[in-house]
């Protein structure tokens, strides 16, 4: 049954208080809205995203997303001017629905982020279903009313129902999978007559259960929490990491304090990854089995090999580390950096799109810009590389088996040769030819007894 999706996310969020439309606000690194679209199962065919409030921000992340290939489906936006409602939201996508004519419809918020692709599937199972938990504080929630057998009868908001109602405990989760044709007519007929003058998706949803049983499937209330406050988004934060983490070390990966290791909902583990405390994986992250993260490791969109050694306290975004690397402690990798297998790179490294082939070393002290370095080179302490002159970025080409002394400075421009030694203490200008030794210092000269006369001066 060809199935499209239909997402609500026009609301202001007014209670984040934020100028970042709600549906954007992280949990775990992702935006919500991502964790709703990613949970999209194949089943669904296409989405229409119902906007308003920070509609442009909100697109410019859609196309973020569709370039990273993080998109399940096609989407496409429709702009919902006047929030009047969920009914009204929906409404707004009927346009959008009669080109896809899909067969079902389902409803879905995008400030509910962690509902899960199996909760969806047990959505689009049957042929007219609503979610629903049951909560020992209803509070706000519109109240759901069964039949005897079992099927839904109707939905009461809140602010609509009487004593007796709102003692009820199974609430409406706000996900629907209804039939599109039973669907469009109960939307055209919304009215707003009730307590808050709003057009209800949930008359609609009970006028297509006066015409077909819409069953009602019970599910975790974690599932459906939605995100409203700061307070609702740590809660969300919380309750995303106890999963994910619980699901890791079930693949076998150790993780030595769970509560205090953050893993988000799009990183990839090996067996036998073994994660210290306080360590933020976010994005998408690949580690390779074997690898061990160190205590305070930061890690954004990177691929970490097998059997690699990331001591603690290292940044990494958009970049690489291969298989047997040993980086850290302090290493700072921006984007374009790509470790090869076996490579050190030391305490107080800073990497940007500096390519190091297997087995090269820099241990300690080093700025490595723009430059690509050959298999073993050993880059000594304190070694810079000049790649920027104020204007534009140079790169630095250095061979293989190469030794750079220590308190080096390439300017770049600038290769040096295979085999080549830099002395200690050079500032590079020019190329180096392999194999040839590069020397740039004033020569020393030593003053006899200047030390200790001066010293009697004082
Ligand atoms: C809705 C349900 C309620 C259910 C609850 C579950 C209705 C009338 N009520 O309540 O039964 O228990 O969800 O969370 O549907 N939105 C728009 N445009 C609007 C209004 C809302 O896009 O004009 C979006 C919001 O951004 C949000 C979603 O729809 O993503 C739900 O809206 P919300 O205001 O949270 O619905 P409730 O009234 O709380
Ligand atoms: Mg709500």
Known sequence: MSTVAVILAAGLGTRMKSTLPKVL?????????????????????AAVLVLHHGKAQVEEALQAWEKLGLLPCPITTVDQETPLGTGHAVQQAIPELDRLSPERVVILSGDVPLLRRESIDRLTAQNAVLLAMELNDPTGYGRVLRRTDGSLQGIVEQKDASEEIRSLRLVNGGAYALPWKALRPALAGLTNANAQK???????????????PVQIELCEASELMGMNSRLDQAELQRLAQKRINAHWMAQGVTLLAPERTVIGPMVVLAQDVLIEPNVRLEGRVRVGSGTRLGQGCVFR?????????????????????GDGAK???FA???????????????????????????GAKANHLSYLGDCEIGERTNIGAGFITCNYDGARKHRTLIGRDVFIGSDCQAVAPLAIGDGAMTAAGTTLTKDVPADALALARTPQVNREHLAARLRERR
């Open 198 to 212: 709003e057009y209800y998706l949930t008359d609609a949803v009970a006028a297509v259960a006066a015409q077909l």
């Open 25 to 45: 606000h992280p949990v775990l690194g992702d935006a919500s809205l991502l964790w709703v679209l990613r949970a999209l199962p194949s089943s669904v065919s």
């Open 301 to 321: 969109d990177c691929q970490i090999g097998c059997g690699a050694e990331v001591r603690p306290y290292c940044v990494g975004t958009s970049a690489a580390i």
């Open 327 to 329: 980086v850290g402690p």
């Open 332 to 358: 700072h990798l921006r984007e374009g950096t790509l470790l090869e297998n076996d490579v050190h790179l030391g305490n107080f490294v800073e990497t940007k799109k500096a390519h190091l082939k297997a």
